[in-house]
């Protein structure tokens, strides 16, 4: 491990956008009630006050690969530091809903960027025998955002009108402290080898430990040997079908688990069950302590036991508990603290299976050559899939034609087919080189 202690420092780092992530998509669920009480936002308008980041995450993941393979990984790590300080600063000091809506696009650019690229970096410039896990600490650290987040929303809820400008403005100062610290990371010596800076990347990989640095490079060489840039190599091809198709189930079923409802309106679910504000704002807390625990006990189990397993354990798990929260609400059995536990209960298979496996799964599935590419299909696939359901939630659960009990019934039946693509369609990766998973996906040039 002493060997790789620079690399496990970078991952550290660029895990740090992961932060932002969780930290600047969850803490809408306590200014979300503020905000539509100041404007007097319909429902339709109140969804898209919560959704416009995701929006912004879908531009910033389907357009994150050309800058990330024109000008380098730690460029546009960077530049997505300094746009979430940017954002953060002035939806805290929006003077209207317009500007606010705005900037809340704009922070959604970073989000939907660092979805992209953090992950990228990590798996190519991580070994093998470590790669899941440090991708997988930037799923944690996206779960500690959502921490940070509610607690933070506990913390200024109560302090007066203006405790929604605090909740969105603290995203400001973990922003600046990434914008400072990735200045100091190296560039991927994939994408320098990529880039035919063959001597530059073997600087990289000596500064960071590696002992068979020779054999890497040739690795890397031979399956990027008939690229001449990344743009040569189109995505939508018929031998790439296998991790498109992987990437988009994927990203998919990630939010069609309902995993954002609760994220963004987790204080209003609580509110819905005649909790008041106080413990409304409380108990979110719970749930992202929970899925922090969670995603550390599975950053152990990603690398020994695999990803397929921990999905098909997931879904199981997944569609239990979320049929539990469905008959909750059918019923209305509100009293006593059952919807807490059967919500506690969904975090723990989410954050053992979709929340950790997503990033990691789909940063190994694609070969170097389209990996950008890859990456900002999947992670596209989740936030076009995270805009319907943020968007669309308020809206179904305040309609009497559908209401909250068939909104969770919907997400258990999405989480039945995920256990099927699981079981019969999901390859496992664990252990492989990228190249290896590349040969056993038959991708061959």
């Not at 969904?346 to 990456?375: A, C, H, T």
């Amino acid at each position: 491990m002493k060997e790789n202690r620079r690399v496990i420092g970078y991952s550290v780092i660029v895990a740090l956008g992961g932060l932002l992530f969780g930290l600047d998509t969850a803490v809408i669920s306590g200014a979300e009630q503020p905000i539509q009480a100041l404007y007097k936002l319909s429902n339709f308008k109140h969804g898209f006050t919560v959704a416009i980041a995701i929006i912004g995450a879908v531009v910033g993941a389907f357009s994150a690969g050309f800058p990330a393979e024109v000008f380098g990984r730690k460029k546009v790590i960077i530049a997505i530091a300094f746009i979430f300080t940017i954002s953060s600063v002035l939806c805290a000091v929006a003077p209207n809903w317009a500007v606010l809506v705005i900037f809340r696009f704009v922070g959604g650019l970073a989000i939907g960027a660092s979805s992209v690229v953090g992950p990228m970096y990590i798996a190519e410039i991580a070994p093998a025998k470590l790669r899941g896990r440090l991708v997988a600490f930037f799923q944690l650290n996206v779960t500690v955002g959502l921490f940070v987040a509610y607690s933070s929303n506990y913390l200024f809820s109560g302090t007066g009108d203006n405790a929604w400008r605090w909740m969105l403005g603290i995203v400001a100062v973990p922003s600046i402290i990434f914008f400072l610290l990735s200045l100091i990371i190296p560039e991927s010596p994939r994408w320098l080898i990529k880039h035919n800076r063959v001597k530059e990347a073997r600087e990289v990989l000596t500064h960071c430990g590696r002992l068979e640095i020779e054999k890497e490079i040739d690795d890397i060489l031979e399956s990027l040997k008939v690229m001449s840039s990344a743009s040569a190599e189109k995505l939508f091809t018929k031998k790439y079908f296998r991790p498109i198709l992987y990437a988009v189930l994927m990203g998919a079923f990630n939010q069609l688990a309902g995993t954002n409802a609760i994220n963004y309106y987790a204080t209003r679910i609580f509110e819905m069950t005649g909790m008041n504000t106080n413990i409304s704002y409380l108990l979110p807390i719970l749930i992202g302590l929970t899925k922090v625990i969670v995603l550390i006990i599975a950053m152990n189990f990603i690398d020994r036991f695999g990803r397929r397993s921990l999905m098909i354990l997931g879904s199981v798990g997944l569609i239990i508990f979320m049929s539990l929260i469905a008959w909750t609400f059918y019923g209305k059995h509100f009293d006593g603290p059952g919807i807490v536990y059967f919500l506690l209960g969904y975090m723990f298979f989410f954050g053992l299976s979709d929340g950790i496996v997503i990033w990691v799964f789909i940063s190994e599935i694609f070969p170097n050559s389209i990996r950008s590419k890859g990456q900002s299909l999947g992670s596209f696939t989740h936030w076009f899939f995270a805009v319907i359901i943020s968007w669309t939630f308020p809206v179904a659960i305040n309609s009497p034609a559908i209401g909250p009990g068939n909104v969770f019934m919907f997400f258990a039946v999405m989480m039945c087919l995920q256990l099927l693509f699981s079981w019969k369609l999901m390859p496992e990766t664990k252990g492989k080189s990228l190249e290896q998973i590349q040969k056993d996906l038959k991708i061959q040039y």
